[in-house]
């Protein structure tokens, strides 16, 4: 079974840029959940969708969007990028068959805003 | 409100003796509970969670974690560290609720170091 796919690995991008990250699910697994590392910050979750939609949105401000596509599979866009977004991206995968269920994570995408 | 605390930025400990990495949480009700870890340049692995039951809980590549309710603590145990167990370890914790979706609330991480 194929694990969490992340696209693209390395990004970098200009300040006040837009970008677009892939996440690919594990198949059969309904929950794409998105997080930003820093060095600082630790590991903060963005926002969890599910079935299409939203269901959870953590303390981001609105520059950081998401969606969920028919398949699962899941894109998050940040606008207007800030050298402050530069991090590692990671997507996490859940099935959708108990609340206590384990996520699964992808490699990551690095963002480098310069 | 969750939180979770890793009280220790970095251990350090030699091969072949016990490691413990410790993590505490705040929480109301009863949390899931989970160990994930970090090497390099890599995503988060899953090593083991709590969900209900017996206290200690078996995980992958030798670890445990041992839950005790009364101190809010879940540490990650192993018997014998090896070299190859330096990396990153992140406690994290999810709420039963229904309504929180499979969102995770991680602690600030624990770099381990075992040296030969």
């Known amino acids: 079974k194929a694990g969490v796919t992340q696209t693209p690995r390395y990004l970098i991008k200009t300040r006040g840029q837009q970008v677009t990250l892939s996440c690919s699910p594990i198949?059969?697994?309904?929950?794409v959940s998105w997080y930003q590392q820093t060095p600082g910050q630790g590991l903060q979750f963005l926002f969890e969708?599910?079935?299409?939609?939203?269901?959870n949105k953590g303390n981001f401000p609105g520059r950081f969007s998401g969606r969920q596509f028919s398949n699962s599979r899941s894109e998050m866009n940040v606008s207007t990028l800030e050298l402050g977004d530069s991090a590692l991206y990671l997507c996490?995968?859940?099935?959708?068959?108990?609340?206590?269920?384990?996520?699964?994570f992808g490699q990551g995408t690095r963002l480098t805003v310069v | 409100a969750q939180s979770v605390a890793q009280p220790e930025d970095q251990v350090n400990v030699a091969e072949g003796n016990p490691l413990t990495v410790k993590c505490t949480y705040s929480?109301?009700?009863?949390?899931?509970l989970f160990w994930y870890v970090q090497y390099p340049n890599r995503g988060l692995q899953f090593l083991l969670k709590?969900?209900?039951?017996?206290?200690l809980v078996k995980g992958s590549y030798g670890f445990e974690a041992e839950f005790n309710k009364s101190q809010t603590s879940f540490h990650l145990k192993k018997p014998s560290a090896l070299v190859s167990d330096s990396a990153l370890y992140f406690c994290?914790?999810?709420?039963?609720?229904?309504?929180?979706?499979?969102?995770?609330?991680f602690g600030k991480g624990t770099s381990l170091l075992v040296t030969p």
């Open positions: 709590y969900i209900t039951g017996d206290n």
């Open positions: 969708y599910f079935s299409e939609t939203q269901r």
């Open positions: 198949s059969g697994h309904r929950s």
């Open positions: 994290a914790v999810r709420d039963r609720g229904s309504n929180s979706g499979y969102a995770l609330n």
């Open positions: 996490a995968s859940s099935s959708a068959g108990a609340h206590n269920t384990e996520a699964f």
């Open positions: 929480v109301s009700g009863n949390p899931y």
